[in-house]
Every structure is written in structure tokens, then in C-alpha cells.
């Protein structure tokens, strides 16, 4: 009996735990090399896309374009970018913040 409630007390903690820190799941490096590296390139200089090192976007201007798209830029990013969402996109975002 005493068993059987350590492992349920073990259980929720672990489950409570792996909920309250999301930010641990999203890899922005991971996803960018993905979903971007092709065309920005993987060190984010640029390729066929243009160069996202030292964008002068802040991170939430990138989650906007990550998230929604705009009808302004070229595509693929006149759409959101389909498979990056929730915390990938602000991961994504901080990781070409941090191109140097």
C-alpha cells in the first residue's frame, strides 16, 4: 500500500514538473535548423533567403512572422511557418536574436 502511493506521489510530481517548465521542450536551434538553416543558412547569414544575423527585428517581430506570416514578404513567409508553434516559435525567435 505504501508503495503504491510513493509511486502516485512520484508520478504527479514528475507529470507536474515536465508541465510547469515547457520552455525546457522547445529547442529554437533544432527547429531553425529544421525549418529555416535551408534557406537563411545555418549560422543565419543567408542563402536564398536573406541574411537573419543582426536582424534588427526584436523577438517578438520574429514570433509574429514565425506564427502568422505577412502578406508583405516573399513566401514562404506571407503564411505562418507550418510545424513551428507555441513555444517553438519563441524558441526559434530567440535563437536568430542570438546570431552573432
Known amino acids: 500500500m505504501r508503495v503504491t502511493k510513493l509511486i502516485v506521489v512520484l508520478t504527479v510530481l514528475a507529470l507536474s514538473v515536465s508541465i510547469a517548465m515547457p520552455a525546457f521542450a522547445a529547442d529554437g536551434a533544432g527547429v531553425y535548423k529544421a525549418k529555416c538553416a535551408a534557406c537563411h ?15 534588427s527585428l526584436s523577438a517578438e517581430q520574429i514570433a509574429d512572422l514565425i506564427s502568422k506570416g505577412d ?30
Open 41 to 55: 543558412g545555418a549560422d543565419g547569414a543567408g542563402k536564398m533567403g536573406p541574411a537573419l544575423k543582426g536582424t
Open 71 to 100: 502578406e508583405a514578404k516573399k513566401a514562404p513567409h506571407k503564411k505562418a511557418i507550418s510545424g513551428v508553434a507555441g513555444d517553438d516559435v519563441k524558441a526559434v525567435a530567440d535563437f536568430v536574436k542570438g546570431l552573432k
